[in-house]
T-cell receptor, first 111, second 112 residues
Framework: GQQLNQSPQSMFIQEGEDVSMNCTSS?????WLWYKQDPGEGPVLLIA?????ELTSNGRLTAQFGITRKDSFLNISASIPSDVGIYFC???????????FGKGTRLHILP | KAGVTQTPRYLIKTRGQQVTLSCSPI?????VSWYQQTPGQGLQFLFE???????NKGNFPGRFSGRQFSNSRSEMNVSTLELGDSALYLC???????????FGPGTRLTVL
């Protein structure tokens, strides 16, 4: 099946800094999804992207669906303490609509 | 509109036992997927049910099974539990916008 490579695995940043993370896949996806997971909770959908080249924002978050349909990135601007958590990318396979996940980027914010 | 609910939230079992987890999707959603989340492997897809039929299946042994009822509620069963089955089991539902998937809070299973 498809493999999703998400990077970086973890990030340590100062409050107020911008953050960028990305995902690449071995083949194309129909849809890219970005989630955030807080400790002890299920992932929460942040942004959904439906077509190649699409750029979508949700507050301080911006995500793009890559032109090749094999990659996506998520940017967070002016990070705040509540941004701490694990961010997952996910892609919907065109063959069977299965949604598979990257291994996550753990975001730490230094005081 | 209520979100995805999962019961129980926490469970402790011993090796060899079996366990059943329950998931109620968002009202009107007919697709329910199950994932296993562990620190080393991330979110691994178990299976998806749509209108009481298994639509997709991941690469897990036959000890992991599921079903879906006519009201779209789903159960997942794991038989002959092993230590490595300790994980957070997440359920997610999809509605008419089949591209977007929403998760429940998960069931934390610990196998001793």
């Amino acid at each position: 099946g498809q493999q999703l490579n998400q990077s970086p695995q973890s990030m340590f940043i100062q409050e107020g800094e911008d953050v960028s993370m990305n995902c690449t896949s071995s083949s194309i996806f129909n849809t890219w999804l970005w989630y955030k997971q807080d400790p002890g909770e299920g992932p929460v959908l942040l942004i959904a992207l439906y077509k190649a080249g699409e750029l979508t924002s949700n507050g301080r978050l911006t995500a793009q669906f890559g032109i090749t349909r094999k990659d996506s990135f998520l940017n967070i601007s002016a990070s705040i303490p509540s941004d701490v958590g694990i961010y997952f990318c996910a892609g919907q396979e065109p063959r069977d609509d299965k949604i598979i996940f990257g291994k996550g980027t753990r975001l730490h914010i230094l005081p | 509109k209520a979100g995805v609910t999962q019961t129980p939230r926490y469970l402790i079992k011993t090796r060899g036992q079996q366990v059943t987890l329950s998931c109620s999707p968002i009202s009107g959603h007919r697709s329910v997927s199950w994932y296993q989340q562990t620190p080393g492997q991330g979110l691994q897809f178990l299976f998806e049910y749509f209108s009481e039929t298994q639509r997709n299946k991941g690469n897990f042994p036959g000890r992991f099974s599921g079903r879906q009822f006519s009201n779209s509620r789903s159960e997942m069963n794991v038989s002959t539990l092993e230590l490595g089955d300790s994980a957070l089991y997440l359920c997610a539902s999809r509605g008419t916008n089949y591209n977007e998937q929403f998760f429940g809070p998960g069931t934390r299973l610990t196998v001793l």
